[in-house]
């Protein structure tokens, strides 16, 4: 089979389709191209990961009115080369995983008459997905969002990005100068941390005095030199960055995060509880939405970027840690959104799809 990926913009788009090419990789013999723009994240993070990348001269129409506008324009010029790179690849199948750079693939599969699939990761459809939602032949949702749509299949089958969870193991806490008896809290605001959340988590780390718990920050490489000469209690860890993530959640036992697509589905899938704040500066509020569900059922706390950060962040680590009830509890039902076989599931729809196309 000849899949063809397209994902970008965020980490939170490419990081899910990543993860589904490495799982169809590793039962089967597909082959493989993504692609995407050549000005975001995709560009570098494909081909490290051993697949082909095509990029298209399209950057995301943001800022102001002309860039924006220029934007658009790019996207929509994009789609005879994309049909072009669709009738050298000639592929079975054309997914794609949010972004404007997705659209402009995604339409020209459409417009070839390939079978097609989008991936929605957040709990709001993307602006992007939405416009093409009724012309592809399914949708595969992370959250239940049956409700934004009308007379559209959508399978909700949750993130891909459990498949590589499932491979990783527990990090020793001990290659970090701390113990691996503690209970351990961590605290991380995605790869290039937060210039608020860094303010507010420099105060709270100031505190904790004498606390019998750990606690591990991923300041982010912006945010880290403040924290070089910083001497805080002997059970507080500052990292500037950590590339083995993933290893650390499944080593604590309470996390800190945003609350992104991919952040999310690495915390269900590790049965981990968490308190989350959701970014205020996310397109469509995605953040704040995602956090909505696991939120009633009472798998995550929530606080909120606001005035009261610092004070509702440390009174709610401090009452978590210490609750084991509570964190039980929370990690019960946040494995309600762990999806861990999500990758074999948009895999066997796929063949499933492919298959009537062929009238198979």
Known sequence: MRILFSAGGTGGHLYPALALADYINDVDSCEVLFVGSKYRIEATKVEQHGYDFIGLDI??????????????????TNIKKCEKIIDDFKPDIVIGFG??????IMKAAINKNIPTLLHEQNSKMGKSNHVLAKKVDAIISAYDITDQLSGV???QLGNPSSYQVQKVNKANLEDYGLSNEKKTVLVVMGSQGSQTVDEVMYSILKSLENIDFQLIY???????????EEKFNS????????????SLIKSCDLIVSRSGASALSEIASSYKPAILVPSIHV????Q?????ALEKAEAIKVCHEDENLERELKTTILE????EKELETMSNNIKAFAYNDSAKDIYALINKIVGEKNGK
């Open 288 to 292: 704040v939405l995602n956090s909505v």
């Open 235 to 246: 059970n507080i860890k500052v990292i500037g960055y950590e590339n083995k993530l993933v």
């Open 59 to 76: 950057k995301t129409p943001s800022g102001n009115i002309l860039r924006k506008t220029k934007g658009y324009v790019d996207v929509f």
């Open 153 to 155: 299949k959508v399978y």
């Open 320 to 323: 978590l840690i210490d609750d």
């Open 283 to 286: 397109t469509n509020n995605h």
């Open 99 to 104: 972004g404007y750079t997705s659209y402009s």
């Open 218 to 228: 991923v300041s982010g490489e912006n945010y880290y030199d403040r924290y070089k």
